[in-house]
């Protein structure tokens, strides 16, 4: 397994512990894009581009212990976080190249970090009953290309409100300090229905809606407007750019996690008919 079984020993001390770094991590919200990405080098394209640079970054600058991700396609009843040792590459897509369901990230999972966080929030059940999904992998590959930290996900509870998913997320912003790379992974506009629409007639002009609700949430974002992130249904676009919550709440998860040290930096930009792939990262730096 080479550098792949990094941390599963000699690591699981330290992480039971979970002592204080003298770092505090980034998070980031990013698309997970489109998995046509998946095969592509990490500067093939604009997109996979901005992650390969975003890794290549975050690799210098910092020791990540292990890899959190709060994916729009694991979806659950209850929140859940995956105490696989060895977490399996899923295909949850459908209608791809044969050798797009070969693909594999053979990441180690984090159990003894996911079990101190199950731990302590009450609310987080433990299963070993999924993988890196769709949302994490394709991304993942691009960020972290060698798949040697350890990564682990969190579910979404999709029949809870987007407050919950912020009072929830509040309880993880101390893994910031202790080595946790936390990663929300959904879209800001995912309108499947209406841009699949526009696919099957290879119109590839914007409905125009999208480009005005992605300018308000980053207008919110950038103010650090939580309360209008959270109720973005009361918004007149909000549920035309969100008709289900799942690419959204992990929005939610990522900027429950700043603080008033973090700047917030938008790091890609793209938008496609009911899409927007906005993508930022929230980080201290160095005036």
């Known amino acids: 397994m080479g550098a792949t079984t990094y941390g599963l020993k000699g690591f699981a001390k330290s992480i039971q512990d979970m002592k204080r770094t003298d770092q505090v991590l980034p998070v980031l919200f990013t698309s997970h894009g ?5 095969p592509i080098p990490a500067y093939g394209n604009p997109f996979t581009s901005y992650l390969g640079d975003t890794g290549k970054q975050i690799r210098e600058k910092y020791k990540v212990n292990a890899i959190l991700v709060v994916s729009a396609h694991w979806c659950t009843n209850g929140t859940y976080v995956n105490t696989s040792p060895w977490p399996e590459t899923l295909y949850d897509y459908y209608g791809f190249p044969a050798n797009y369901y070969t693909e594999k990230y053979p990441a180690p999972g984090a159990p003894e970090i996911a079990k101190v966080i199950a731990s302590n929030i009450s609310t987080i059940n433990e299963t070993t009953d999924w993988g890196f999904d ?3 992998w394709p991304m993942l590959k691009h960020l972290f ?5 350890p990564v682990f996900q969190l579910s979404i ?3 809870k409100p987007p407050q919950y998913h912020y009072d929830l997320a509040l309880q993880l912003k101390k893994y910031r300090k202790k080595g946790v790379l936390i990663i929300g992974s959904g879209a800001l506009v995912h309108n499947l229905q209406l841009a699949m629409a526009k696919m099957q007639r290879r119109d590839t002009k914007l409905y125009g809606w999208e480009m005005e609700f992605d300018s308000w949430i980053k207008q919110r974002i950038d103010a650090r407007d939580l309360k209008s992130i ?15 919550p799942d690419h959204y709440v992990p929005l939610i998860y990522s900027m429950a996690l700043a603080d008033s040290r973090d700047e917030i930096i938008h790091t890609y930009s793209e938008m496609l008919p009911g899409f927007s792939n906005r993508s930022f990262i929230i980080e201290q730096v160095d005036k």
Not at 232 to 244: D, F, H, M, W
């Open 145 to 149: 290309p060698k798949a040697d930290v």
């Open 34 to 38: 489109n998995p046509m990405d998946i």
């Open 230 to 244: 959270i109720n973005y249904e009361t918004n007149k676009l909000g549920l035309l750019a969100a008709p289900t």
């Open 134 to 136: 769709h949302g994490n």
């Open 157 to 159: 509870d999709y029949y």
